[in-house]
């Protein structure tokens, strides 16, 4: 039986250097931040509340042991409806959208196309800014899109 030293998941992790490592931890507690859309003086104690912590010292202690708790990620991403994906990595997840999904947009973008039209939205600045903030919207509860911070 062959013994593992260390979760496979920390191997990638671990082949960064140690600041490599508190670069990575800090940009995840900036996005928690950015998610929970915390500003100001003292963040991360604002985080502390947001995630239920007892101590500051806890998140400066991720940044000091190069590591951040699964769950801490987890609670932010169910608070916030953001991605984990974006938590860890900074970058939005790719989306797959059904047929059925993809129609729905195009019918609901051309009656907004249509109407934008009919009532000279397109012929100025103000009315193209207002039709597509319609369409944003739409298209965002059609496919039940969160915004990110």
Known sequence: MKIIDSRPEEHYIRKMDEESQKDWIKEI??????????????????????LGLTSVSTVKSWIYNRRIPFHAMVTCQQDVKCSLDWLLTGKLPNLD??????QAVKENLTEHLHNAHRYSLVSTSQGIDVASERMLDDVQDLLSLHTKP
Not at 32 to 37: L, P, R
């Open 29 to 50: 507690i900036g996005r928690m931040c950015e998610a929970y859309e915390l500003e100001g003086r003292d963040v991360k104690g604002q985080l502390t509340k947001r």
């Open 97 to 102: 959208i059904s047929k059925e999904a993809r």
